[in-house]
């Protein structure tokens, strides 16, 4: 008997909802973003400015469609590297073991020991600010945990009788590891896709929450996070807007992790 | 109800951070710094911090004390409560002038090369022993440098920044319970120098900075780094005697500093808070809420040296390209006073308000003026602001979206602090950079000579010949009026010079609880924290 699917429904659902809202904001946003205005300073949600506005009177609405665009570029920017660099470094040490997988395991245990955050920052002080800056140091810092959870999927494929018997038959390695052994480990890794995902659009929210983010004037989620402490209690939908973003963003791809597991009856 | 829409608003914000701070739980491998922090800031003193005596009171300040030997504080914000402590032979008064203190009285001979200071009577340190001559001329050699290989600790005493040479040519006992101290060159201005050359014990050098003793209304009792500083009344002070009888100045650092600091007064455990951005103002509570200006020079300042703003035309252009008012209203609701030279407003005898009105937004000139320098279409260039204050951001942003009206493209690059003091204070490396400079002593010279074109601390390069000779003639003449004028005139060159985009002296908040009295609370036009006015209604 099979239960209808609840997580990945709503989660696709909200996904979809919010992608959608991301996307439009590319191409179209009721004000100006960054257009100030000092009549609108602190101006209350309304029906001209759905989310209010800020303590410069910029509409919180538009920068929030903005930011959403930018947080999940760099979100989706440090996954592809994360992902594809864990992958290939995974599969390798996973399909071969041996000295070099020691080797580049203990390395990568080593990176997941510190603060990933920590890392961030040291990396942003070395490299400099900026958009591709931080989605190089945090794609870097992605890296590791994708290695160990394909690894871990390619020890536990390597031995088994299919892997055997395309050996015996003396297909190449390669051809192994991406045509064989990959796409079973594909219900892993998408879940793990999924909290990766959810990692990203934090971390970027983070960093620039700690000021070392995207340039200022350049909307984030984050950025706005940051901006809008100070005003706190006294324009508190300059804060909740942003962060209630954040949260959908989160929830929707979140859920939609939770229903993959489900769906193709993989062990959380 | 727009009060309801509030609160409905804020518990959202409250449920959306639990939220937030549980979704980046299940991600397992990252702490979460996210959403989540402002959280953070509920790690409160929850106890009253001060013993509830009868008659103390809990003051907040948002910076660690570099040290306690009042001679080597760097940081204005130790200086500021150090006064409290220590005495020089003069003090700042509210006025901006200076009122003696341990001296009763100083004459100078008529060549201005040498002061004499006779010692007030009846004079004690907080140990109990009287202050004697002494006492003064190993304070006044140590600030001169006796202890330092003959480079003044305190900066003023300072002739020439290249060498460290001394203005100070010798320091000797006079008769009786006078001090003589002879100059290199005149100086009308050095009885304001000597308001940072504090009197502490001969021979202390070694233990000052441990057990803190001087001649002010307030005597040490203990400083725990990053907690707190606490002082008592000193019954034997030879002035009018401060109102409490203890004070505890209790530390809060790091990002949120402010905002802990908001929620102690609030919740009653702080009782007077200096230095709040007015931003605040509507978040303090039931407190007495003062208005006042940060004292400094806040710019966008260039660097004079490096095209293309070594042409004065540019300079001017973009000054004609912004909007000094807007930025005003955006970064701080409208409370900051404009400057347009480097002069702040509570300097009232050098101030020159008109200054501000000299360049009144201009689109059309800004882009004849560029283009009679060869920049018909605009340029890029960076403003590197310190990320830690929040206004030099904003105002960084303001700017670089008003610069482009005129196609200048501007790109805003926050620094962290100690960067933005190493690579563009001290190494000069950078286009522009929205920061605020301000003063050590309540002189005009300490805002005007540093632009002069070999000064140490002329980080924009400015050059101007005009102005050298200018503040040159200011520093050394012996006629006060003449004095005045020379200073008058070079705010003037730095303003048609556009030597930077002088913007503003930003507005701060000092807030007192409702239990004191917001009268006693006095002002200075310097950094200052003068706790011994201060009283309960």
């Not at chain 2, 009868?54 to 004390?65: K, P, R, Y």
């Not at chain 2, 920061?435 to 002593?441: F, H, K, L, T």
């Not at chain 2, 540093?450 to 010949?465: C, G, L, P, Q, T």
Request: proline share 5%.
């Amino acid at each position: 008997m099979k239960r209808k699917n609840w997580y990945l429904t709503v989660g696709a659902a909200l996904t979809a909802v919010m992608a959608a809202w991301t996307i439009l904001g590319f191409f179209w946003t009721p004000y100006d973003p960054s257009a100030r205005s000092a009549a609108d300073k602190y101006a209350l949600p309304s029906l001209a400015h759905p989310f209010g506005c800020d303590y410069m009177g910029r509409d919180i609405f538009s920068r929030a469609l903005e930011g959403a665009g930018t947080t999940l570029t760099i979100a989706a920017a440090v996954l592809v590297i994360g992902f594809v660099f864990g992958l290939l470094i995974g599969a390798l040490c996973g399909y071969y073991g041996g000295a070099a997988d020691a080797v580049v395991m203990r390395l990568c245990d080593a990176v997941s020991a510190f603060p990933s955050i920590l890392l961030a920052l040291v990396a942003i002080a070395l490299l400099g600010r900026g958009k591709y800056n931080i989605i190089a140091a945090l794609g870097v810092l992605f890296v590791p945990s994708f290695a160990r959870l394909v690894r871990g999927e390619f020890l536990k494929q390597r031995d088994r009788d299919y892997v055997k018997s395309a050996k015996l038959m003396g297909v190449s390695d390669l051809r192994i590891i991406f045509v064989h052994i990959l796409p079973n480990t594909w219900p892993v890794l998408l879940s793990g896709l999924t909290i990766g995902f959810n990692n990203a659009v934090l971390a970027e929210a983070s960093m620039s929450y700690l000021g070392v983010g995207v340039s200022p004037t350049e909307p984030s989620l984050g950025y706005m996070l940051s901006e809008s402490q100070a005003y706190l209690l006294k324009a508190p939908w300059f804060t909740a807007f942003p962060a209630l973003v954040i949260i959908l963003l989160i929830l929707g791809v979140g859920l939609v992790g939770e229903g993959v597991r489900g769906q193709l009856g993989v062990e959380p | 109800m727009p009060k309801l829409l509030k609160r409905a608003l804020l518990l959202l914000v409250v449920a959306a951070m639990l939220a937030a701070s549980l979704c980046a739980c299940t991600g397992g491998t990252r702490p979460s710094t996210g959403p989540s922090a402002p959280a953070q800031s509920g790690e409160l003193p929850t106890q009253p911090g001060a013993p509830d005596g009868e008659n103390s009171v809990t003051v907040g300040i948002a910076q660690d004390l570099d040290t306690l030997d009042p001679h080597k504080a760097v940081n204005a914000g130790t200086s500021e409560v150090l006064f409290n402590l220590f005495e020089g032979l003069v003090k700042a008064s509210p006025d901006g002038g200076v009122i003696p203190a341990v001296a009763s009285d100083w004459d100078v001979s008529p060549d201005g090369l040498t002061y004499t200071f006779t010692l007030r009577e009846g004079v004690t340190f907080h140990n109990g022993d009287p202050v004697t001559v002494e006492d003064v001329l190993y304070s006044l050699r140590r600030c001169n440098g006796g202890e330092n290989d003959g480079v003044p600790i305190v900066s003023s005493f300072i002739l020439d920044s290249a060498t460290g040479e001394s203005l100070i040519r010798s320091i000797e006992a006079g008769e009786g319970n006078q001090v003589v101290v002879t100059l290199a060159e005149p100086r009308l201005e050095f009885p304001y120098f000597l308001t940072a050359a504090h009197i502490i014990p001969a021979d202390s050098g070694d233990t000052i900075g441990s057990d803190p003793i001087g001649t002010g209304p307030f005597s040490f009792v203990s400083f725990t780094p990053q907690e707190s500083l606490v002082v008592k009344k000193y019954d034997g002070y030879w002035g009018d005697p401060a109102h409490l009888d203890e004070v505890t100045f209790r530390i809060y650092t790091g990002a949120s500093a402010v905002n802990s600091m908001v929620m102690a007064l609030q919740a009653g455990s702080l009782d007077l808070v200096i230095h709040l951005p007015n931003t605040y103002a509507d978040q303090v509570g039931d407190g007495a809420v003062l208005q006042s200006t940060m004292k400094l020079v806040q710019a966008l300042y260039i660097n004079n040296a490096v095209k293309p703003f070594d042409d004065v035309r540019v300079r001017q252009a973009m000054y004609y390209a912004i909007d000094v008012p807007e930025i005003i209203d955006m970064v701080c609701d409208g409370a900051g006073v404009p400057t347009g030279t480097s002069m702040y407003p509570a300097q009232q005898r050098y101030f020159l308000p008109e200054l501000a009105e000299v360049y009144t937004q201009d689109l059309e000139k800004a882009r004849q003026l560029l283009a009679d320098a060869g920049y018909p279409d605009g340029f890029d260039m960076t403003i590197t602001v310190p990320s830690n204050y929040a206004q030099h951001v904003d105002t960084g942003v303001v700017i670089a979206d008003q610069l482009k009206a005129v196609g200048i493209n501007a790109e805003v690059v926050p620094v962290e602090w100690e960067t933005w003091v190493s690579a563009v204070y001290r190494g000069r490396d950078f286009q522009t950079t929205v920061s605020g400079i301000s003063a050590s002593d309540m002189t005009a010279r300490e805002m005007l000579v540093r632009y002069a074109s070999d000064h140490s601390k002329n980080f924009i390069n400015f050059s101007d010949a005009e102005y050298d000779e200018v503040t040159a003639k200011a520093q050394t003449t012996l006629d006060e009026s003449e004095q005045m004028e020379l200073y008058k005139r070079a705010e003037q060159i730095l303003n048609e010079q556009a030597a930077s985009l002088w913007l503003q002296d930003l507005c701060e908040l000092v807030v007192l609880s409702p239990e004191l009295d917001p009268d006693s609370f006095t002002f200075y036009c310097t950094y200052v924290l003068d706790m011994s006015s201060v009283r309960f209604k």
